[in-house]
């Protein structure tokens, strides 16, 4: 099955959840990690990780 994905509001300014309408699981940066490249996956939401927090900058790109 594909994931359909919509943004979801967070406490933190600026900030997003992108959530799966599949299974409500989130993206998620593989094992916490933040450096270059890391990979992505879909977790269960967990309101105190950060790697699962997304903002948009003025320019369109994505950024964590």
């Known amino acids: 099955r594909n994931h359909i994905f919509t ?3 967070t406490n933190v300014p600026n900030a ?3 959530q799966s309408k599949l299974n409500d ?3 998620d940066l593989k094992d916490n990690a ?3 490249h890391t990979g992505l996956v879909v977790s269960p939401l967990n309101n105190e990780s950060t790697t699962q ?3 948009f900058d003025e320019d369109g790109t994505k950024s964590y």
């Open 25 to 27: 699981f989130v993206l």
């Open 16 to 18: 997003y959840y992108i």
């Open 53 to 55: 927090l997304w903002s």
């Open 7 to 9: 943004m979801v509001s």
């Open 34 to 36: 933040t450096k270059a």
